[in-house]
């Protein structure tokens, strides 16, 4: 599902200081996940209907957190071995069908991908259930902690009796991802992105999960075609700063997520790292992709 490249550059940056203060909150505000190369921190239960978590990371080896239930009787075992597969797939076939059996063996929620000394929150509707709580980076190789199979971060998650006073927060703006004619990729936006205030994000797309990452833009000159030109592999130089990195991990078809980032003003791409279900080209390669202002 994503361009290894991708996760790459934004792996390569120095490691930051190790995991402290990894208490678990009280119940009165949002859930703790804290992930780092010294240990994952993340509630083993929470409350259904509108569930807030707080994600923050210690390295940038680590800190793209997600949630994800199993399905169809999935073992656990099998999520961990098709989500490592899909990192490891290179032809287009084999990315492809990686991608479908990952899909069959897991819904997946989105969360949150901060980068160290910043944290993000994001919110989803949950139903009573058993969930997973894991670091995406941890099926990368290299590119992330590389423990050995078995090790990655994969915490259980149980949500119990609803929380009938929970509600979702106001969007200040709601980010679709969608199947345009002729069923290219896109993202269209309505409202307007501000720093610190709820962004609701929907995949609308069909039989393809998705996901928005959006990166500072340092260099007023770059344009939309730039950064598609980066994600067609035509250009090695990257359009963006991926040490600003935030964003969700993906979602599967019909999800949603609302997230809240601690956004610097200026100018935001925002792409998506997965592989098409028709090609396994990035979507942004196809054009998926917007750039926007935060004043």
């Not at 390569?12 to 859930?31: M, S």
């Not at 797309?205 to 030109?229: F, G, K, N, W």
């Not at 599967?252 to 980032?261: A, Y």
Request: proline share 8%; aromatic share 8%.
């Amino acid at each position: 599902m994503w361009n290894r490249r991708g996760v790459l550059a934004a792996g390569a940056a120095a490691c930051v200081t190790a995991l402290t203060g990894a208490a678990l909150p009280k119940r009165t505000g949002p859930l703790e996940i804290v992930t780092g190369e010294d240990g994952f921190v993340s509630p083993a239960t929470a409350p259904a209907g509108a569930v807030t978590f707080r994600v923050r990371t210690t390295s940038w080896r680590t800190g793209t957190v997600g949630i994800a239930q199993l399905r169809n009787g999935a073992t656990e075992d099998q999520f961990r071995t098709r989500m490592r597969q899909v990192f490891a797939a290179e032809e287009p076939a084999a990315v492809i069908r990686a991608s479908r059996e990952l899909m069959a063996t897991a819904e997946q929620f989105g969360g949150a991908a901060p980068h160290p000394g910043t944290d993000s929150t994001f919110t989803l509707r949950l139903k009573p259930g058993a969930y997973l709580v894991l670091e995406y980076l941890d099926f990368a190789g290299a590119l992330g902690r590389n423990p050995p199979p078995g090790a990655e971060y994969v915490r259980p998650l149980t949500v119990t009796t609803p929380n009938s006073g929970s509600s979702p927060p106001r969007p200040c703006a709601t980010l679709t991802a969608v199947d345009a004619a002729g069923g290219v990729p896109r993202f269209t936006l309505s409202g307007r992105i501000l720093s610190d205030q709820p962004l609701r994000y929907v995949n609308a797309m069909r039989d393809q999960v998705d996901e928005a990452r959006l990166y500072p833009i340092v260099d007023d000159s770059v344009t939309e075609a730039d950064i598609v030109a980066y994600f067609k592999g035509e250009t090695q130089s990257a359009p963006f700063d991926f040490a600003g990195q935030l964003g969700t991990p993906p979602l599967s078809s019909g999800r949603e997520v609302m997230l809240r980032m601690p956004m610097r003003s200026g100018r935001y791409a925002i792409v998506s790292w997965v592989r098409s279900m028709a090609d396994a080209q990035p979507l942004t390669a196809h054009g998926q992709l917007l750039i926007v202002r935060v004043p």
